[in-house]
């Protein structure tokens, strides 16, 4: 009869395989796209931590050679993956985002779990240089004591790309009037919350684990069991939904780029003189909660009707269309001397954003200049 070790441990061990699989799949897969690269990458480091553990519990590494290596080539990877969910949440959304070099900087706090390899390569070169003596114990002592305090930074850098992430989510949520059924949606959220469970477990595992006095106890007690058995169910979770959700909008993006439509130009015009009316003479750009479903009852147009004309005719998506209104809006009112002494983000609420940051944003996208900018150039144009 299988020992409830040896099932915690074949758990573990599966969990690995899985991701290597599926890491490889959503990595090298012809439909890969940023989102799935960085999912790949996040699911990889996971499984190596996991793989590392099951090689310990075997003893894999009690060879020379083996162990020599595993020393050299660290498996557990931990900084990388808080910057790894916020961009995964922000490719997932933003199907053009692209990881940028000054965004590498995300990445530069890895060297923590660099530390222990580069300290064993650095004594390796001074026995060979005959710079230090052969004496590893001193130097055992450190990495053991490093490994148990540098949790604490990994900790820390994921839970605050984790509510870097939820920000992130909730903020697009709001400024794109995401309905709350919306597929992306749910499933970042779901995203979010399951690493969430994470690392409260992780925290209660941590406490006991940096105090001295408890750190043996505790790893004697239950080992890294508490930990690396829900990291192997996320793997699982991560490797079979993740996936899914990669295929999904695959499915969409190729939807979207179908053949639209063709409207008649009498469609067309109509069209567009109904969505002008909407917006100058009833100026439903003010409502901040304004999407293509209350634009659609308010005009009698459909929501298909609406996104051909302003996609194919007008050159638009539907929130450019709105928000140059709005950015329009904006620069007329704050030429009224009766604001002068309302903020600027006063007078972008009342011109229909609901968000500071979203509206900085857009008004340089559409002048070339900040709000602050443009707002100064006033008395020099007048």
Request: with cysteine; glycine share 4%.
């Amino acid at each position: 009869m299988i020992s409830l070790l040896a099932f915690f441990q074949t758990i573990i061990l599966l969990g690995a395989l899985q991701g290597f699989i599926v890491s490889g799949l959503l990595f090298f897969s012809k439909k890969t796209w940023q989102a799935n690269k960085i999912l790949g990458v996040l699911i990889l480091l996971i499984s190596l931590a996991c793989f590392n553990l099951y090689g310990s519990f075997k003893d894999w590494f009690g060879s020379d050679i083996l162990r020599f290596t595993a020393d050299i080539v660290p498996l557990v990877i931990v900084m990388p993956l808080g910057p790894l969910m916020y961009f995964y949440m922000r490719a997932t959304l933003d199907p053009s985002f692209k990881l940028t070099k000054k965004q590498r900087y995300h990445f530069y706090p890895v060297l923590i779990d660099l530390v222990p390899s580069i300290a064993i390569i650095i004594f390796i070169i001074g026995i060979i240089s005959r710079t230090l003596k052969n004496n590893p114990a001193p130097w055992g002592n450190f990495i053991d004591t490093y490994n148990v305090y540098a949790d604490i930074p990994r900790w820390a850098s994921v839970s605050f790309y984790l509510w870097l992430s939820a920000k992130y989510l909730k903020g697009f949520k709001a400024n794109n009037n995401v309905s709350a059924n919306d597929p992306n949606y749910k499933w970042l959220r779901q995203f979010i919350r399951v690493f969430l469970v994470f690392q409260c477990t992780w925290f209660l595992f941590l406490i006991p684990y940096v105090i001295p006095k408890y750190s043996n106890a505790l790893i004697d007690t239950v080992d890294w069991y508490p930990i690396y058995i829900p990291m192997a169910n996320i793997i699982y979770w991560l490797g079979i939904k993740g996936y899914m959700m990669s295929q999904q909008q695959y499915s969409a993006i190729k939807k979207a780029a179908a053949p639209q439509t063709i409207l008649s130009p009498a469609v067309v015009s109509q069209g567009i003189g109904v969505l002008k009316k909407a917006m100058q003479e009833d100026k439903l750009y003010l409502n901040p909660g304004l999407n293509l479903d209350i634009l659609a009852k308010h005009t009698g147009l459909p929501q298909k009707t609406i996104s051909s004309v302003l996609n194919q005719h007008v050159n638009k998506s539907f929130s450019e269309f709105i928000n140059e209104y709005r950015v329009e809006a904006f620069k007329e009112k704050v030429l009224q001397p009766q604001m002068d002494n309302l903020t600027i983000a006063g007078i972008a609420y009342e011109c229909g954003f609901n968000s500071q940051a979203t509206f900085q944003r857009i008004f340089k996208q559409v002048t070339g200049m900040s709000p602050s900018e443009f707002r100064k150039s006033i008395p020099e144009v007048h």
